[in-house]
C-alpha cells in the first residue's frame, strides 16, 4: 500500500524567500500530483509528473520528480502572500493491475507567507 | 472552464439519521471519486466509479455507504445510518481518462448531531 509523507508540515516563509516542500512515498507510484487548497475550499490541481527527473513550472513553484529516490520536491521561488495556502501531493498506486486513480494524498503543507 | 458542482455546500444532520450528497462531474469525464476530510486532516480516498460500477473502495466505505449514478449526470454518495466520526467535508471528483489530474468540487460539510 503507498504512504505519502510530506515534510514540513508547517511552514512559515518572508515574502521574497526560497523553501523546498518534500514529499516522500514509500512504493512504486505511476504518478504524483500536487494540488493547493484555501483555507475552506476545494483543492486545485498544480502538477502532474508522470516520469523520473519531470519538472513543471507554473510561476513562482516548481514541481520536480525523482522516481529512484522515491521523492518529489515543491519548490518556492520568491514567495509573496498569494501562495499562503495548503499544499498536497498525492500518488496513484497500481499494484500491478488496473489503476482506476485512487489518490492517497500527503498530509499537507500548511504554508503562512508574511510580509 | 467546465466544473465538478456538489450539493448541498453544508448539511446537518442528527445521528443515525440518513444523507444523501450530490455531485454533477464534468460531463465528458469517465472516472468518479468521492474522498472525505476530516478537519485539519489529510484528504481520504473512500471510492472510485467506473463504467457505473465500483471500482475500488477503502476500509471507510463500509455497508453504511453506498454510490450512485442514476442518470448520465448525477453522481450521489448515501450514508444510511449517520454516526458521529462521519462528520467530514466530502469531496467528489471526477478525471477524464490516462493520466489527467482529478478535478475536484467545492465539497459538503457533514456536520453529524
Known amino acids: 500500500e503507498l504512504k505519502v509523507e510530506q515534510n514540513p508540515l508547517f511552514l512559515s516563509m518572508q515574502e521574497g524567500k526560497n523553501y523546498t516542500i518534500y514529499c516522500n512515498y514509500s512504493?512504486?507510484?505511476?504518478?504524483l500530483y500536487w494540488y493547493r487548497q484555501d483555507p475552506g475550499k476545494s483543492l486545485e490541481s498544480l502538477f502532474v509528473?508522470?516520469?523520473?527527473?519531470a519538472v513543471k513550472q507554473e510561476g513562482r513553484l516548481m514541481a520536480s520528480l525523482d522516481t529512484k529516490a522515491r521523492l518529489s520536491t515543491l519548490h518556492i521561488t520568491a514567495a509573496v502572500h498569494d501562495l499562503s495556502a495548503t499544499y498536497f501531493c498525492?500518488?496513484?498506486?497500481?499494484?500491478?493491475?488496473?489503476?482506476?486513480?485512487?489518490?492517497?494524498f500527503g498530509q499537507g503543507t500548511i504554508l503562512t507567507v508574511h510580509p | 472552464e467546465p466544473e465538478v458542482t456538489q450539493t448541498p455546500s453544508h448539511q446537518v444532520t442528527q445521528m443515525g439519521q440518513e444523507v444523501i450528497l450530490r455531485c454533477v462531474p464534468i460531463s465528458n469525464h469517465l472516472y468518479f471519486y468521492w474522498y472525505r476530510q476530516i478537519l485539519g486532516q489529510k484528504v481520504e480516498f473512500l471510492v472510485s466509479?467506473?463504467?457505473?460500477?465500483?471500482?475500488?473502495k477503502s476500509e471507510i466505505f463500509d455497508d453504511q455507504f453506498s454510490v450512485e449514478r442514476p442518470d448520465g449526470s448525477n453522481f450521489t454518495l448515501k450514508i444510511r445510518s449517520t454516526k458521529l466520526e462521519d462528520s467530514a467535508m466530502y469531496f467528489c471528483a471526477s478525471r477524464r481518462t490516462g493520466y489527467q489530474p482529478q478535478h475536484f468540487g467545492d465539497g459538503t460539510r457533514l456536520s453529524i448531531l
Open positions: 466509479f467506473y463504467n457505473n460500477e465500483i471500482s475500488e
Open positions: 498525492a500518488g496513484v498506486f497500481n499494484a500491478g493491475g488496473t489503476s482506476y486513480g485512487k489518490l492517497t
Open positions: 512504493t512504486t507510484s505511476d504518478r
Open positions: 509528473l508522470l516520469s523520473n527527473g
